[in-house]
């Protein structure tokens, strides 16, 4: 439906001027709510989960910009035939509570509500 059918003397309908639209989450939100609601996460759970398949890209961004510090351990493939290898991303201590503030700060960029933190994590309260 096109926004130009609704009438200006209908009561029902907001216009244009009233709302502002909510625009869908950047892969750097999206990549800091995985690392944040899980307590490790790797490239396989990032595709898994929104198509990402270079997660350390994303995290590398993480950590030059708002300065998180994010944990890497790097793990053997089980029962590879070669020495392959891959590795896992996690955030602890006060940079959970930096990158939860930065997910909200991300999100009312584009309009969105803050997360409901408690949800994942009980009652932990969110500095600002």
């Given at each position: 439906?096109?926004?130009?059918?609704?009438?200006?003397?209908?009561?029902?309908?907001?216009?244009?001027?009233?709302?502002?639209?909510?625009?869908?989450?950047?892969?750097?939100?999206?990549?800091?709510?995985?690392?944040?609601?899980?307590?490790?996460?790797?490239?396989?759970?990032?595709?898994?989960?929104?198509?990402?398949?270079?997660?350390?890209?994303?995290v590398?961004?993480?950590?030059?910009?708002?300065?998180?510090?994010i944990?890497r351990?790097?793990?053997?493939?089980?029962?590879?035939?070669?020495?392959?290898?891959?590795?896992?991303?996690?955030?602890?201590?006060?940079?959970?509570?930096?990158?939860?503030?930065?997910?909200?700060a991300?999100?009312?960029?584009r309009?969105?509500?803050?997360?409901?933190?408690?949800?994942?994590?009980?009652?932990?309260?969110?500095?600002?």
């Open positions: 439906m096109n926004n130009a059918s609704f009438s200006a003397s209908s009561t029902n309908h907001l216009d244009n001027d009233n709302f502002a639209s909510i625009k869908g989450p950047k892969k750097i939100s999206e990549c800091l709510i995985l690392l944040l609601t899980r307590h490790e996460t790797d490239t396989h759970d990032a595709g898994r989960a929104y198509n990402e398949t270079y997660l350390h890209s994303e590398s961004g993480l950590q030059k910009d708002p300065g998180l510090k944990d351990v790097r793990q053997q493939t089980p029962n590879a035939r070669s020495n392959s290898a891959y590795t896992h991303f996690s955030i602890t201590g006060n940079n959970r509570i930096k990158g939860m503030n930065l997910v909200n991300l999100g009312a960029k309009n969105a509500e803050p997360m409901n933190w408690d949800k994942y994590f009980g009652l932990m309260a969110v500095a600002q």
